[in-house]
């Protein structure tokens, strides 16, 4: 059964840092977008950023400048580097594929607050 774990968040105050971890099971990764989401509480999921398999990347406009994608095929990992973190970033942040495809994992909480 194809799995994704995600890790990495936390608790970091407005400005802070944090590196999200995904890694996955089977064949999610090879030769799929992949994608990082995030869902804030009472609002929808939303598409935060996604890597094409040659690394072409594309960010929503709120973290365009702040948060890095990126990924390690031969590792089927995918991660997340988030800078100049504010509050409206606080969520459970998922990855999958883009367009999601496959059942979600239990992502990772990310809150900022100072």
């Known amino acids: 059964q194809v799995q994704l774990v995600e890790s990495g968040g936390g608790l970091v105050q407005p400005g802070g840092s944090l590196r999200l971890s995904c890694v996955g099971s089977?064949?999610?990764?090879?030769?799929?977008?992949m994608g990082w989401y995030r869902q804030a509480p009472g609002k929808e999921r939303e598409r935060v950023a996604y890597?094409?398999?040659?690394?072409?990347?594309n960010y929503v406009g709120s973290v365009k400048g702040r948060f890095t994608i990126s990924r390690d095929n031969a590792k089927n990992a995918l991660y997340l580097q988030m800078n100049q973190l504010n509050p409206e970033d606080t969520a459970v942040y998922y990855c999958?594929?883009?367009?999601?495809?496959?059942?979600w994992g239990q992502g990772t909480q990310v809150t900022v607050s100072s």
């Open positions: 999958n594929r883009f367009p999601a495809q496959t059942a």
């Open positions: 089977g064949s999610i990764f090879r030769g799929y977008v």
């Open positions: 890597i094409t398999t040659d690394s072409f990347t």
